[in-house]
């Protein structure tokens, strides 16, 4: 999936001077620094939390007990489809709106305005800052007391009394998606106006003069071409908030009554605050064979697209 | 530009006049199409760029206000009283200091440490076919995409069995979890891009294969090393999640200290706390700008968030 087109052939770049080690050694003794790694803080540690989740074990203590299905039965019996659902929520709301956000910015910036390029590169800025800055930003917008939303809707009339959008159950994820939403519009912006720089100019002129409308010419021209990009765009993403911690986690830390409970939070929470890391591997086990899905579709649609 | 289209075919006088009426009907239609999605196109940008925009007007409003003016309610969306004292503020709380001073050095370091290593391990991808090179480029893509809670939740326990919570070497080595598939992703591509001819021409004159790579290659390689080090300290230093859990006050980086200075049980002193996101905002955009040129192609390339 690189934009340089990578070159097929082997390349012919023998040892003529002495060298005792064949290409493919040579090669391989490059890649042994980063496989050392990876297995020590890679794979090492995700192949144990597969093993952890079938003990009882405090995450503070050195001993454990085997206890079988225990730990996945607590989930399955419990929580996990609420904590799917709300994941899904999520991962569907902050892939979604953004995408519709960036792409229709994208379109528009395609469109041979002047300004663009210094459009594109001010709209980057709420991609481009730390995302702990991000969820503060917004903490400070739906603010209970001093919130500028609370603010503007109040002076506009639309509610009549503030609303602590983060504290409330029916609110909290909403808000939680708007934040997402405004950390990754940029990002889907700058991916689809690349997709759409190359689609010719030429091709909209003449279904223009053929008598294609703007959506027809949409549909006919625009979408085959950004097609591809949009597609690892949105699946990237979906498996990006699938696994998305840190903006829930700032805002609401889950809550307010679990209600933005999703996997990441829920196995942190339960490592973390409550120690018990055969619980919280186990449903992280749960989440990984769903995430694995994902990524088997992913890799499946960048190998069609070329040497990935 | 139309005028191509609209050119008769030599013929006949009746011939020639058709064909350029309907070249005047499309040129009106195209002149209309273009008059709408300029409208079109304006009011995306107006109403996305709210949306977009005002929040960051918010984040520098709100860090040049007083807090007498900050916790007002109505807020005043026009501070009247510009101040920069929660800024001053900042220079003068010791223990922020020491959270940026921990930032740069563990986000630097991981940059550091993910170029080499990946330096290798993208030229091998590159430049070499052998077995399992595709199943090694696969792990590397998808190790992207495991869950860091789950990760950071084993991490822990291996950091603690060694001893090694509350380091700089925890930070570093959690980090370069996810710096390090992204810069052999990107260095990969950009090695994609040397011709294989110049290493011919290597070896044919006699240089050995760690000659060709150190001193032929990596030279032409720098300005995208450089590159994908600028997107791993970024991460490094955008990192909340591995921060948080694995160091305590004295280790910890500037995101996960910034919540434990300013997300109190109390109050938060929110124009201070939007002045110190600026403030750690800085170089992550300083860094952009630098790599506006890199941005798509690296992002296409190994798929940077």
Redesign the interface.
Known sequence: ???????R???????????RLS??A???L??A???A??A???I???V??LF?GFFKQD?RL?GREFVGLDNFAYWLDGDFLTILKQTLVFTVGATLVPFV?GF??A???N?G?KGSGF?R??????W??????VS??????F?A????L??IL??TGIIDE?VSWLGRPGTAMLAVIITKT?AS???MM??LL?GLQTVPKELH??A??D?AG?IRRFFAVTWPQVRG?AS?VLL?EF??NF?H??TI??LTGGGPAGATET???A??QT??KGFD?GR??AL?GL??LL?LL??AV??RI?ERKGD? | ??ST?STPLSGTGRLKQSATSAGNT?RR??RK?LL???I???T??LV??A???L??Y??LA?ALSSPED??????K?IPTHITFSNFTALADNDQLIKYMINSLVVASITAVLSV???T??G???????????RS????????Q??????????????FS?FGLLNTYTALV??F??FT?PLC??ML??IF??IP?AL??AA??D?A??WR?LHSIVAPLAAPGMIAAGLFAFVRG??D??FAV?LADKEKQTL??G??ST??GEFQ?A?PE??AA?LV??IP??VA?MFL?RY???G???G?V?
Request: net charge positive; proline share 6%.
């Open positions: 999936m690189s934009t340089a087109a990578p070159p052939k082997a390349a012919p770049h023998r040892e003529r001077t002495g060298g290409n493919g040579f090669a391989l490059l890649t620094p980063g496989i790694l990876f020590t803080i890679i090492y540690p995700l144990s939390a952890t995450l050195p956000l229709a910015l379109l528009a910036l469109s305005l459009m590169g001010l709209f980057l800025f709420p481009v800052i730390p995302g702990v800055v503060f930003l917004w903490m400070w917008i603010n007391n001093y919130g500028v609370n603010g109040m002076d503030s405004w519009f940029p990002w700058v991916m690349a002129e003449a223009s003069i008598g703007a990009v690892i990237l498996i990006w696994q911690f840190d986690y700032v996997f990441a939070t196995v942190y490592a973390f890391i919280a591997t992280g989440w990984m995430l994902l990524v992913y890799l960048t990935a | 530009m139309t289209t499309s239609r195209i199409d709408r999605s300029r079109a196109a304006w995306a940008i996305i760029g949306f977009g925009l929040p960051v918010w984040l709100t900050a916790f007002q309610f109505p807020p969306l080499v290593v990946a290798y391990m030229y091998s991808f590159s430049k070499f076919r052998y077995r399992g090179r090694l480029m696969h792990m590397v893509l998808a190790s995409m495991f869950p860091q809670a789950l990760l950071l939740v084993t991490l822990y326990a291996v069995s080595l959690s370069t979890t390090m052999v992703w990969k591509g994609d891009t294989d290493l011919e070896s044919i006699g050995s294969r060709t230093w955008n909340f999640i859990t995101p996960p910034l919540v300013y997300i938060a929110w706390l939007m996101s750690v905002s992550v955009v952009f506006q941005l798509v192609g992002m296409t390339a798929s968030k």
